[in-house]
T-cell receptor
Framework: DSGVTQTPKHLITATGQRVTLRCSPR?????VYWYQQSLDQGLQFLIQ???????AKGNILERFSAQQFPDLHSELNLSSLELGDSALYFC????????????FGEGSWLTVV | QKEVEQDPGPLSVPEGAIVSLNCTYS??????FMWYRQYSRKGPELLMY????GNKEDGRFTAQVDKSSKYISLFIRDSQPSDSATYLC??????????FGGGTRVLVKP
């Protein structure tokens, strides 16, 4: 158990809908990262937050947004969902902003039908 | 060309054999190198972390980094069926995001 908690573990939703994925980082970690993993794209970095502020942005679509709250938990919002958004979404956390190791949660498996 | 290249496998070995995995990369700014193990539909689990060049050993696992060749390796000695998983290399420059390889699927046959 990495200490990173993600909910929900699985969800199925229809195209055009909106979902919210939630992440609680390891105790003491200030950075939260979101990754998307699909079969054909591998593990893709989406976005990083550090202590409530956005720190780095990767291949995150405009339909997706995230935030980190004062208690350090984070949410990833996915809207206007398309079939191609079906993937495993991982949250990870680390103590600092960079140069240290990150620990992954178990992921949220999203299926868009 | 991807920043980090990793053979997708699958790599099939008999139990007890040495598993040899590697990644090549193009960004000379990478300084931090990691190996993660991922079981099917589970979160990646950090196995090894190395800063800059050199070797690091932890139990049955040995990680090597050759920055001059932009090449990193992971060796698993005395492989077990429980080592069957996908192994992802990852690397980063200071302060930057982690870049992952595509992963190598390993199958250790009893």
């Amino acid at each position: 158990d990495s200490g990173v908690t993600q909910t929900p573990k699985h969800l199925i939703t229809a195209t055009g809908q909106r979902v919210t994925l939630r992440c609680s980082p390891r105790s003491g970690d200030l950075s939260v990262y979101w990754y998307q993993q699909s079969l054909d794209q591998g593990l893709q970095f989406l976005i990083q937050y550090y202590n409530g502020e956005e720190r780095a942005k990767g291949n995150i679509l405009e339909r997706f947004s995230a935030q980190q709250f004062p208690d350090l938990h984070s949410e990833l919002n996915l809207s206007s969902l398309e079939l191609g958004d079906s993937a495993l979404y991982f949250c990870a956390s680390s103590v600092g902003q960079g140069g240290d190791t990150i620990y992954f949660g178990e992921g949220s498996w999203l299926t868009v039908v | 060309q991807k920043e980090v290249e990793q053979d997708p496998g699958p790599l099939s070995v008999p139990e007890g054999a040495i598993v040899s995995l590697n990644c090549t990369y193009s960004n000379s700014a990478f300084q931090y190198f990691m190996w993660y193990r991922q079981y099917s539909r589970k979160g990646p689990e950090l196995l090894m972390y190395t800063y800059s060049s050199g070797n690091k050993e932890d139990g049955r696992f040995t990680a090597q980094v050759d920055k001059s060749s932009k090449y990193i390796s992971l060796f698993i000695r005395d492989s077990q069926p429980s080592d069957s998983a996908t192994y992802l290399c990852a690397m980063k420059a200071a302060g930057n995001k982690l870049t992952f390889g595509g992963g190598t699927r390993v199958l250790v046959k009893p």
